[in-house]
Nanobody
């Protein structure tokens, strides 16, 4: 059973940084593309960043140059380093992967940026 557990969210001021972590289990982590999504109140869930097994990354335009996704295959963990946070980054952040065509989501971690 695939499990994803996020951590690292919190309340910060605009301009500050946070690092989110997502620990995966029940899967061959190094073989999977991992993603971070976010959902703000009243809005649809949106893709923030993805990283392939080979380390190729892709980002939403709104976070390019500020956020960095990375992975540690030895720890079965994917990270999202978020710098220069803005109030519009406030959302619940979710970790995501797919296994055999089935999507899996973590429980989410709240990020709140005060201006």
């Amino acid at each position: 059973q695939v499990q994803l557990v996020e951590s690292g969210g919190g309340l910060v001021q605009a301009g500050e940084s946070l690092r989110l972590s997502c620990a995966a289990s029940g899967m061959l982590f190094s073989f999977h593309t991992m993603g971070w999504y976010r959902q703000a109140p009243g809005k649809q869930r949106e893709l923030v960043a993805v990283i392939t097994p080979g380390g190729t990354t892709n980002y939403a335009d709104s976070v390019k140059g500020r956020f960095t996704i990375s992975r540690d295959n030895a720890k079965n963990t994917v990270y999202l380093q978020m710098n220069s946070l803005k109030s519009e980054d406030t959302a619940v952040y979710y970790c995501n992967t797919e296994s055999w065509g089935v999507p899996y989501w973590g429980q989410g971690t709240q990020v709140t940026v005060s201006s």
